[in-house]
C-alpha cells in the first residue's frame, strides 16, 4: 500500500512560518506530480499549488506570495514553505501524488 505522509504543521503566530514535508516511496514520488491542498471544516479542500517532477510549479493566485513549494527528488520528499502567516491560514493541509494518493493531512493553526 502507497504512503503519504505529511508533517510539519504546528502552532504559530501570526506573521510566522512553517514549512511542511512530504514522503512517499520512490517510485511514487519521483514519477509523479505533487501538489499540496487544505482544508477547513466544513469547506471544499483548496488547491495551493502543484509541482512536476522536473521542478515546474503553479500556484493559486491568492497564495503565490507567501507560499513556496519545492522537491527533492532524490530524498522523495516534497515541501511548502510557507510564510507571513495569517490566522486564515489555519487548516488541515494534505499532500497529493499522481491525483489520486493522499496523506492523512497535518493540522497548521495560525493564532492571532
Known amino acids: 500500500q502507497v504512503q503519504v505522509v505529511e508533517s510539519g504543521g504546528g502552532l504559530v503566530q501570526a506573521g510566522g512560518s512553517l514549512r511542511l514535508s512530504c514522503v512517499a516511496s520512490r517510485t511514487i514520488f519521483r514519477r509523479n506530480i505533487m501538489a499540496w491542498y487544505r482544508q477547513v471544516p466544513g469547506h471544499q479542500r483548496e488547491w495551493i499549488a502543484s509541482?512536476?517532477?522536473?521542478?515546474?510549479?503553479r500556484y493559486s493566485d491568492s497564495l503565490k506570495d507567501r507560499f513556496t513549494i519545492s522537491r527533492d527528488n532524490s530524498a522523495n520528499t516534497g515541501y511548502l514553505e510557507m510564510n507571513s502567516l495569517k490566522p486564515e491560514d489555519t487548516a488541515v493541509y494534505y499532500c497529493?501524488?499522481?491525483?489520486?494518493?493522499w496523506g492523512q493531512g497535518t493540522q497548521v493553526t495560525v493564532s492571532t
Open positions: 509541482i512536476t517532477t522536473g521542478g515546474m510549479t
Open positions: 497529493n501524488l499522481r491525483g489520486d494518493l
